[in-house]
């Protein structure tokens, strides 16, 4: 197949375009020209992918990116991420991530019309707000509570009307706490990793909180299926891990794989520096139902979070020995 991947150099971006052009497909993807743009994640792939320029805020540009890649499928995962920096720069979340996924189903319908390209939107879990302690289910009404989420859940909605609409080909995966960052130490999971085997302190600040947590394979698993199974057009499906962890229960199975002393773990208090986001919209719980996944696309998991740590401590313990050895 003719595949376009927008945030490529992204996390799992990067791992989904590595896997495609394994399984021998065509793989193009847009990048927005930013001076200093970091392109490691994909340095090993980047004279196997066509790269294509385009600003995902500007609709001709993400239309001429579309009609050069002339794909077959469309996974369209470029968006700003980070949920507590979406309070310092909201406007900015919802043109890169609102309007970002408008342009892209808009120039697919233009250039293509509705039928011919499956396009599988990246959403997030986030979506749901706060709905309680039980695993969350796709028909849950959307209770946004950070102005990421927001932004998502906009394009879902969008995405859903096209589908009811026009019939446009389109399938939404809401994602959530996949681990496995190999590039970006900033998100829990890989913070709590690499301060750890840096012998450093460890902050949690919300220690109660419960996530369910997937590894990397398993949530790119999840795109190759979504973007084959034709009678999943216009559905929405979590994928994530449905076993919940509190975030004190996961710092620990850390520090346990790390051989690091639990008591320098400082429970209830962020890092220094870390970007504040209200107390109201901090999700307690956000654990996801995947059954629906497992039964219309055929996805399950098959790499237990426990594994998934090991995996991602070994990866980070060797690029440590690495960079002190360039260091000598």
Not at 239 to 251: C, Q
Not at 294 to 318: C, D, H, I, N
Request: charged share 20%; net charge negative.
């Amino acid at each position: 197949m003719r595949i376009l991947v927008t945030g490529v150099t992204g996390f799992i971006g990067s791992v989904l375009a590595r896997t495609l052009l394994r399984e021998g497909h065509e793989v193009s993807a847009i990048v927005r020209h930013v001076t200093g743009r970091d392109f490691r994640p994909i340095e090993d792939i980047r004279r196997e992918l066509a790269l294509l320029t385009c600003d995902i805020t500007s609709y001709s540009s993400v239309r001429n990116a579309l009609r050069s890649a002339e794909p077959d499928a469309v996974l369209h995962l470029a968006a700003l991420s980070p949920v507590r920096l979406s309070f310092e720069h909201p406007l900015d979340y919802q043109q890169q991530n609102y309007l970002g996924t408008v342009h892209v189903a808009e120039g697919l319908m233009d250039l293509y019309g509705p039928h011919q390209v499956r396009l599988v939107s990246a959403s997030t879990a986030e979506v749901y707000g706060i709905q309680g302690y039980k695993p969350f289910v796709e028909s849950l009404p959307l209770s946004p509570s950070s102005p990421y989420a927001v932004s998502k859940a906009a394009a879902d909605m969008y995405l859903r009307m096209l589908h009811t609409v026009h019939g446009f080909n389109c399938l939404i995966l809401r994602n959530a706490n996949t681990f496995g960052r190999k590039h970006d130490s900033g998100f829990f999971t890989e913070y709590v990793i690499t301060a750890m085997l840096r012998n450093e302190d460890v902050y949690v600040g919300a220690p109660e909180s419960i996530r369910g947590y997937s590894y990397v394979e398993d949530h790119v698993k999840a795109y190759e299926l979504a973007m084959v199974v034709r009678e999943a057009a216009g559905e929405v499906f979590n994928i994530g891990g449905s076993i919940g962890y509190t975030n004190r229960e996961w710092a620990l199975k850390i520090a346990e794989i790390c051989d690091y002393d639990p008591h320098r773990i400082h429970f209830g208090q962020y890092p220094p520096g870390y970007p504040s986001r209200p107390l109201a919209s901090d999700q307690p719980y956000l654990v996801l139902d995947t059954s629906k996944a497992a039964r219309e696309l055929g996805w399950t998991p098959s790499v237990q979070p426990e594994e998934g740590l090991r995996r991602t401590v070994e990866y980070w313990r060797a690029a440590s020995r690495t960079d002190a050895l360039q260091q000598q």
